[in-house]
């Protein structure tokens, strides 16, 4: 059985790794197929609505729509494409792409990305059953409850401690696409708690993908506060400082007429950036 089981991890790995080389594949020959019109920049994101995602295929969001019109005014074409996270930060990373967004800032992401000045904000909470009565002031109050949460993302150091350290009753990690989608289904299903979920982002896909989750809601408590979201140009792209600096100019002139407002406004988006 344990032979079976390292054969088919293996495989998965595999797997994975096949389908990274092939991304990189594609996405090289795109580079390469560009590389004689240097006006158009690579860029890669994950489904992540409203923020970005891919629709119809068409790749829409209220970041999206940000950086697509700032990165035009600096004379380029932005061709955006949607993959999962884990492949797309590795893609990035090797500079297969100029820039990957929407992303928060850390210090080991500051080591391999030239970030840009806060495009948006974000906000994690915990989501839950509206039929299970949950509050909390510290982690620890959560011990008797599953946690789900989503494999490669920015979560504040105590989460991240208190999974290591097994404070929840269980943590279960999801890996993959469609994240957030997924973590409410195992939230109906009964089979965690809570999850760890952006505000915005699971609350779009209840109210879009309504009856499904209607018996879900939140926990109005933030974990670790607001954090600002950027679009980060791979160190290994070239060019990527001066073209940091060039977006952080002509998004503080975006900003500044109003324009990134106006695209929050129809989103129905209300950030602490713009207050």
């Not at 920049?41 to 489904?47: A, H, K, T, V, Y």
């Not at 109050?141 to 490669?152: A, F, I, M, Q, T």
């Amino acid at each position: 059985m344990r032979n079976r089981r390292n054969h088919m991890k293996n495989t998965k790995t595999l797997l994975f790794k096949l389908k990274v080389v092939i991304s990189c594949c594609v996405l090289s020959a795109a580079h390469a197929a560009l590389a004689d019109n240097q006006n158009v920049l690579p860029i890669i994101m994950e489904n992540f609505p409203p923020f970005e995602f891919e629709r119809d295929g068409v790749i829409t969001g209220f970041n999206t729509e940000i950086i697509t019109q700032v990165i035009k005014r600096m004379g380029y074409e932005p061709e955006i494409k949607a993959l999962p996270w884990a492949r797309a930060q590795l893609i990035a990373q090797n500079g297969q792409v100029a820039a990957i967004y929407g992303m928060a800032k850390n210090p080991e992401r500051e080591q391999v990305y030239y970030f840009s000045d806060p495009i948006s904000t974000v906000e994690d909470v915990f989501f839950k059953l509206k039929s299970k009565s949950i509050s909390w002031q510290t982690l620890d109050d959560l011990k008797d409850y599953r946690v789900g949460y989503s494999n490669g993302y920015g979560y504040i150091a105590p989460f991240w401690a208190a999974v290591k350290n097994n404070k929840f009753k269980g943590a279960s990690q999801l890996s993959g696409e469609n994240l957030e989608l997924r973590q409410l289904q195992e939230l109906r299903l009964g089979r965690i708690d809570i999850a760890v979920c952006e505000v915005t982002v699971c609350n779009y896909l209840i109210q879009t993908n309504a009856p499904q989750f209607d018996m879900i809601d939140y926990i109005d408590q933030p974990l670790g506060g607001v954090r600002t979201y950027h679009i980060g140009f791979s160190k290994k792209w070239p060019g990527a400082e001066k073209l940091a600096k060039q977006f952080n100019v002509e998004l503080a002139k975006f900003i500044a007429e109003g324009k990134r407002r106006a695209i929050f406004e129809k989103y129905g988006v209300v950030s602490p950036l713009e207050q």
